[in-house]
Structure formats: structure tokens, C-alpha cells
């Protein structure tokens, strides 16, 4: 029996913003199990160091954070890449306000095993401009 032709699925790379590191080593495992390239970032000025470096098909960013919050970076990151999918995290929904507004999508830290893959699959899915999945 012929062996069917695989063809090479492309790497998708994520961007991976949070304070706390074991939040971010769990993250990043789990979206690695899934076949992502997962690079991560302990804040969001480092998060803007990477992404002036490198490419990333979606970011994902925790709101929550010392020095710039996930709204401030944000701000920043739709500025140097502008074309660059958002995900917000966060487990202060109310708290939030106009950073809602900025982020292509949002998904509350008690939903992230359930709403994390959708949300990355539809920005891989669609053509490349905003998309709303809140």
C-alpha cells in the first residue's frame, strides 16, 4: 500500500507574554504539545524587545504584569506590528476597559484550556487582518 504524501505543515510561532514563570512554563508546554513554536517573555518590554526581532503569527499576553500591563503593551506592539493577532489574558474581566477594545481577541484565565486553541486556530485560519473572537 502507497504511503500517502505529507506535506509539511508550517510552523506557527507564538509569542508568549507573562509575568509569573510557572504560568509561562505551563503555557508554553501546552502550546507546544499542539505543534506550536512558542517563544516566551517574562514582560512586556522584553515581549516588544522579541517581536522588534522577530516575526510572530499571534500573541498572547497576560494583562496582569508589573511596570506595562497588558493594555500598555498593547498600545506598543500594535505600533511596531500592527498587522501581528493579540490574545489577551486575564482573570479581571471587569478591570479591563479600553485594552478590550485594542486586542484581537480576549480569553479569560479560567477558560484557557477551552478557548486558547480556538481563538490561535481562527487567527491561522482567516486571512491576515483583525479579526474579533471576544
Given at each position: 500500500m502507497p504511503i500517502p504524501h505529507l506535506e509539511a505543515q508550517p510552523?506557527?510561532?507564538l509569542l508568549c507574554i507573562d509575568d509569573d514563570p510557572d504560568v509561562l512554563e505551563c503555557e508554553k508546554a501546552?502550546?507546544?504539545?499542539?505543534?506550536?513554536?512558542v517563544?516566551?517573555?517574562?514582560?512586556?518590554?522584553?515581549?516588544?524587545?522579541?517581536?522588534?526581532?522577530?516575526?510572530?503569527?499571534?500573541v498572547i499576553v497576560d494583562y496582569c504584569m508589573p511596570e506595562m500591563n497588558g493594555?500598555?503593551?498593547v498600545?506598543?506592539?500594535?505600533?511596531?506590528r500592527p498587522r501581528t493577532p493579540i490574545i489577551l489574558l486575564s482573570g479581571m474581566v471587569d478591570a479591563l476597559g479600553q485594552a478590550l477594545k485594542a486586542v484581537?481577541?480576549?480569553?479569560?484565565?479560567?477558560r484557557l484550556a477551552t478557548q486558547l486553541?480556538?481563538?490561535?486556530?481562527?487567527?491561522?485560519?482567516?486571512?491576515r487582518?483583525?479579526?474579533s473572537a471576544r
Open positions: 510552523q506557527v510561532a501546552f502550546l507546544e504539545t499542539f505543534g506550536y513554536t517563544t516566551t517573555a517574562s514582560s512586556g518590554r522584553k515581549g516588544l524587545e522579541l517581536a522588534g526581532l522577530h516575526s510572530f503569527d499571534v493594555g500598555e503593551f498600545i506598543a506592539m500594535k505600533q511596531l484581537d481577541a480576549f480569553v479569560a484565565k479560567d486553541l480556538p481563538a490561535i486556530a481562527l487567527f491561522r485560519a482567516e486571512p487582518f483583525t479579526v
